[in-house]
């Protein structure tokens, strides 16, 4: 069952990237980001780097959104972690608008999870909705198919609210993960935000560059009994 699961994400997601060259971009964006923190788990001294390489985009088949972290410990091994989340949109697919009330799309939602050892495959459905002030809001239900532990579910958030004070510009966004408890792992937690200053608007630059903080909430990580709670400086560019 696994391995059919495992074919079909990656079919889905090879007809995506293959539907991005013939079908119609409505937006994308690329962002490389750097995070210091000083209280990380899971690492021998609790100080880590990493490096992120981002993409996210809209087609007229939905929308794909894709990253890879090198973690760095400062002492350690550096790794690796990815994740590729291809969704397509019922409503494009369908031309016809599915929206109702906050609602704006239903989506079949797909995500794999590439670390190091490990690939685990996720799909389910996602949810686009309009909430004022934000730029995004999106709710996707999985069921995991885990490569190294049992299979749960999980329910993960995302979200971009920008804002304004005087001439400077602000966007707080994140993700939220929540995902069930199984005989090999207890229910984990991970709510983590960022909220940035976008400096590059006052040297008149197309792209922006962002300074700010990112904070990590996560309980029971890894599906252990440790909690990992982390404030990070971080660097962001769209390029």
């Not at 410990?73 to 590729?84: I, Q, R, T, V």
């Not at 995004?136 to 490569?147: G, I, M, R, S, T």
């Not at 069930?180 to 709510?191: I, L, Q, R």
Request: aromatic share 16%; with cysteine.
């Amino acid at each position: 069952m696994k391995q059919k699961i495992a074919v079909a994400t990656l079919a889905l997601s090879g007809l995506c990237f293959a539907g991005q060259a013939s079908a119609e971009m409505n937006w994308s964006t690329f962002s490389l980001s750097y995070l210091y923190g000083t209280e990380y788990e899971f690492t021998p001294n609790g100080d880590m780097q990493v490096l992120t390489v981002e993409h996210a985009s809209g087609h007229s088949w939905g929308d794909n959104f894709f990253f890879v972290d090198r973690t760095m410990p400062s002492k350690g091994d550096a790794g690796f972690y990815g994740e590729l989340s291809p969704r397509l949109s019922f409503g494009k697919l369908a031309g016809k608008d599915l929206s109702v009330g906050p609602l704006k799309d239903v989506l079949i939602a797909t995500t794999m999870e590439m670390g190091d050892g490990f690939t685990n495959y996720l799909y389910g459905i996602g949810f686009g909705l309009d909430v004022p002030g934000f730029q995004y809001f999106n709710l996707n239900f999985y069921h995991a198919n885990n490569d190294v532990a049992d299979d749960d579910d999980q329910l993960t958030v995302t979200w971009g609210a920008p804002f304004s004070i005087g001439s400077q510009d602000f966007l707080i966004d994140g993700f939220l993960d929540w995902s069930s408890a199984s005989d090999t792992n207890k229910s984990e937690m991970n709510f983590t935000p960022q909220i940035k200053w976008n400096l590059g608007k006052n040297f008149d630059t197309s792209s922006p560059l962002y300074l700010g903080v990112e904070y990590a909430h996560w309980n029971n990580k890894y599906g252990t009994d440790i909690d990992e709670r982390v404030a990070s400086l971080l660097v962001k560019w769209h390029f």
